[in-house]
């Protein structure tokens, strides 16, 4: 907390920079409702605004808008003023009124000024406060405001990537510029300019040359009054580009007579409208962040207890709801009767009436994440709502074994449906005591996923989203993750039985909603009992199976990685001229793009640092030799830190296999995902990449790795549901597709089709699965974009249906907004009609590539259901892996030659298509041979 000179404190919050950074700080897990709606920026600016609040307990505050879509002054002397900014995206727009309405709610102004920026509204009550004797604090990550900074005026910079808050005083803006006095941070500005906001400043001169040209001559004006000490070609840059230099000035310069009063008792922090509040809160299924206003506003006793208890279910003496209102309850104020059954009598009439239920829900409670490392503490079952019972097991593992057995008529029943969340987890750990969970089965973690794919699918969110109840968090009984976090077995009885039985209680209740919510998604009821329910078992064998690893294959490759990083660090640093730290992004930019100068107006980031990500340093790596060096050099950095020395490390201590967790509920397109570890990002397209798979071996002599891997899926599935007979006759003709996409674009023979022809060709087929335009095929080859975007047309020409197909995807997830697969499965495309071009060309590209992928994801699962149960009736061999399109088998010898065609003929015909659907499948020692 910061400690002021007086009690007088002014927090000005610039809004657009804080909801960005909000909307982007989510980007890869955005928040996603059950309206479909993205409430990412709204979360991520009101837990910057609640963390301010609750941190600095400020006096005063308000929140500052730029005025959308009305030019602003500097737009009048240079109207390209932040003209290459992209449109804002979908999610901010529609974010921004909610923000609004909540601020006002809450009691908080909310400024703007027309034709003034965010930047000029907080510099004029800045200035206007500090004469009022106020201690202002600009809340922005904007670098710019450092020019405003004064004794009384300081910027208030946001944590950020794991950093605490950043306070910047005079001091700290001096050291930060490289500047004598804060107010020349303009001149700094003006000298280099901002590509962010499109100020060109003097061409060739970098923050380093800005930064001399100060401390030189103090300003912009004393620059070109000492222009004669210049020289060469920098000299010439300065000279050439006075007027630009100065414009560049006056863009930057924050103006500090905008037409906004400071009225201090209008700035007053005072007591939201906690109603109001909660009905937007409602609205946007925010349950927790209304928790979070009480806690902020230390709002205890009658006020909270009113508000919060007005809102939740009560219940009198016949246990009728009396109050229908209500945003969530909990374990404190829902009536339930949960029963610890902790000896013989109690269990056998306990599995008695199990015996007798149609369905029943069950959850394992264990002392570890991870199944296979896992102790069985105790199993809740429930089969009435608020009702459930708790049976412990004993730590001793006979014992546990023993009592295990008990439920054996009961979850290896056939008649009995098992309910679950996250089914696989309790199948893995049961199994370690001979216990299995036998089909029918309901995961409600699963049928969520066929549900609403893009939402998350925990137990916590579907409670509140469809139950408006806030489940006990296993973090109030054992602690935060850490050394002092506490096993679950030590928790008392009571709690536990609370605890575990209050899971199955809410799982059981939300297996009643998703089966009525499976009748508004047409075939999802046939996609879980046929396909997702089926691989939960499925998946559970591969998980306990693992797959064995040759450490010493790793550490000979990590050796020679160690070498080849040397080696490469030593090109770098001759590319440069001298040694830096490569693995700073601030130092390679300065020595990519202000020493080397490889490319004219480079990106930056919101920071205002050179952007050197992967993409940006791909289109441009045939610029400067050093480009590329640096490329190879993450690649195999990466590959030995994730892969080549993490790998030993995930083998389990009691099977000495490595165990990988399939994520089923995860890709929106049906896809499986796999973590610790992750198998599905091993780069094989380079040599050292393949080298990692050499690792992954038989377990022994007697066996052998196989590995399916379907041919081209992607291609035949576009060929087949588009019906373009061109391309579906070269599938039917054993045609090798992109020479024969070649031969028609470039209208010649098929045997004159050269390498360079085949290999453009290949890009435009898989890149039209995935949206490419003439710019993208002309960055992935060495076309212009004319040649591009004629080779684009000739395709389209070439396979006519295809591009009708593409249109006909479009408009149907525009008309019904969602697109689905040969399976039903759905991808709901809510952005489909967007008015930001970026975002509904973004969801136009996935109405055509979402059943496409979809599709290849539905036809491997099916395949891998219909091989498990035909691999457990008659073979040994176990299927270990799934990793894109490819299915990894460990085979005894003796079966290889009865089992590869069984493998091959049942994933090429695991679902009817109207084009031959190809396996290639390959037998080694290892993966690398196998593949």
């Not at 930047?119 to 004469?131: F, N, P, Y």
């Not at 409208?273 to 809160?281: G, Q, R, S, T, W």
């Not at 995961?443 to 579907?462: G, K, Q």
């Not at 797959?547 to 010493?552: P, V």
């Amino acid at each position: 907390m910061l400690t002021p000179d007086n009690d007088k404190r002014l927090f000005l919050l610039d809004a657009y920079a804080l909801i960005f950074r909000g909307y982007y700080a989510f980007i890869k897990n955005p928040i996603i409702n059950s309206k479909g709606q993205n409430t990412s920026a709204i979360m991520g600016f009101m837990n910057s605004l609640l963390d301010l609040l609750r941190r600095e307990k400020p006096t005063h505050l308000a929140v500052v808008f730029d005025v959308g879509g009305i030019q602003t002054l500097r737009h009048d002397y240079f109207p390209e003023y932040k003209a290459n900014r992209n449109e804002t995206p979908e999610g901010i727009r529609t974010a921004v009124p909610y923000i609004q309405e909540i601020l006002n709610a809450m009691h908080i102004p909310v400024l703007f000024a027309a034709g003034y920026e965010a930047d000029d509204v907080i510099g004029t009550l800045s200035r206007k406060a500090e004469k009022q004797g106020y201690i202002t604090y600009m809340m922005t990550p904007d670098k710019d405001y450092a020019q405003l900074v004064t004794d009384k005026v300081k910027m208030y910079k946001p944590a950020s990537r794991g950093g605490g808050v950043e306070v910047w005083g005079i001091e700290e803006v001096k050291k930060k510029f490289g500047v004598d006095r804060p107010e020349q941070v303009v001149d700094y500005l003006g000298m280099m300019g901002d590509s962010v906001d499109n100020i060109p400043g003097i061409p060739g001169v970098g923050a380093k040359t800005a930064q001399k040209f100060i401390k030189e001559y103090g300003s912009l004006e004393g620059l070109y009054e000492n222009i004669a000490k210049l020289r060469g070609k920098l000299k010439q840059n300065v000279m050439e580009n006075r007027e630009l230099a100065f414009l560049s000035k006056k863009l930057a310069k924050i103006i500090t007579d905008a037409p906004v009063d400071f009225i201090e008792e209008k700035y007053t922090v005072d007591v939201p409208d906690f109603d109001k509040v909660k009905e937007i809160f409602a609205e946007l299924e925010f349950r927790r962040l209304l928790e979070n206003i009480y806690k902020t506003y230390d709002v205890e006793g009658e006020t909270a207890s009113e508000s919060l208890h007005a809102q939740i279910s009560i219940f009198d003496d016949e246990g009728e709801e009396a109050v229908k209102d209500k945003i969530f309850t909990d374990i404190s104020t829902t009536k339930h009767h949960y029963q610890l059954v902790d000896s013989d009598l109690p269990i056998k009439l306990l599995i008695q009436n199990l015996e007798k239920q149609k369905q029943i829900c069950v959850d394992c409670e264990t002392t570890a994440i991870k199944a296979l490392e896992a102790e069985l503490v105790g199993i809740a079952f429930s089969y009435e709502g608020g009702k459930g019972y708790y049976v412990k097991f004993p730590e001793d593992f006979e014992q546990a074994k023993a009592l295990a057995q008990k439920f054996k008529p009961i979850l290896e029943n056939p008649s009995i449906l098992k309910i679950g969340q996250n089914l696989k987890y309790d199948m893995k750990v049961l199994s370690q005591y001979g216990l299995q969970i036998s089909a029918p089965i309901f995961d409600t973690m699963v049928a969520h996923y066929v549900i609403n794919p893009d939402m998350r699918h925990n137990l916590d969110v579907l409670a509140e989203t469809y139950l408006n109840y806030k489940t006990v968090k296993i973090e109030t009984l054992i602690g935060k993750k850490g050394k002092n976090q506490k096993s679950f077995k030590e928790v008392d009885l009571d709690t536990q039985t609370e605890y575990a039985v209050e899971d199955t209680d809410v799982t059981l209740q939300l297996k009643e909603i998703f089966s009525h919510k499976l009748n508004e998604v047409k075939k999802g009821e046939a996609l879980l009992q046929e396909v997702e329910f089926p691989l939960v078992h499925v998946l559970a064998g591969m998980e306990q199976e693992g797959i064995s690893l040759d450490t010493k294959v790793l550490e000979n490759l990590s050796q020679e990685l160690e070498t080849d990083l040397a080696k490469l660090e030593k090109q770098i640093f001759s590319d440069a001229g001298h040694e830096f730290n490569i693995n700073s992004p601030k130092q390679l930019g300065e020595i990519l793009f202000e020493e080397l100068k490889v490319i004219k107006n480079p990106k930056k980031t919101r920071t205002g640092q050179y952007s050197t990500s992967e993409d940006i340093l791909l289109k441009i790596k045939d610029k400067h030799p050093m480009v590329e060096h640096v490329l190879i050099y993450r690649q195999l950095q990466k590959l030995k830190s994730t892969y080549v020395e993490a790998l030993p490390k995930e083998i389990n201590p009691k099977t000495g296999r490595v165990h990988t967790v399939f994520a089923q509920t995860v890709a929106a397109t049906g896809r499986l995902a796999s973590n610790n570890p992750n198998l599905q990002n091993i780069p094989i397209r380079t040599e050292r990449g393949q080298e990692v798979r050499k690792a992954f071996v038989a377990k022994d002599d007697e066996h052998l790795l196989l590995a399916a891997d379907y041919s081209q899926i992607e291609l035949r599935l576009i060929a087949g549901l588009s019906g373009d007979e061109a391309m579906i006759n070269s599938f039917l003709n054993h045609e090798d597709i992109h020479t024969a996409t070649a031969a028609k674009i470039y209208s010649i023979p098929t045997n004159e089709v050269t390498r360079t022809q085949r290999s453009n060709a290949k890009t435009v087929n898989f890149g039209i699965i995935y949206g490419v335009s003439a710019f993208g095929l002309s960055e992935q080859t060495k076309l212009s974009r004319a040649e591009s975007k004629d080779m684009i047309d000739a395709y389209f020409e070439s396979y006519p249906m295809l591009k009708k197909y593409m249109d006909e995807q479009v408009a149907l997830a525009r008309k019904q907004g969602f697109v689905e697969t040969i399976l039903g499965r759905r991808r709901y495309l809510r952005e489909i009609n967007s008015r930001n071009h970026v975002v509904r060309s973004h969801a136009e590209r996935n109405a055509v590539n979402a059943p496409i992928q979809g599709s290849a994801a539905d036809i491997i699962k099916v395949a891998m259901v219909k091989l498990h149960k035909i691999l457990n009736q008659e073979f040994k061999t176990k299927m270990l892996l799934q990793v894109h399109d490819e299915l990894v088998f460990e085979v005894p010898k003796t079966e290889l030659e009865a089992v590869q065609p069984i493998i091959k003929n049942t994933m090429e015909n695991a679902v009817k298509f109207n084009v031959p659907l190809v396996v290639e499948a390959g037998v080694g020692k290892n993966w690398f041979e196998a593949h």
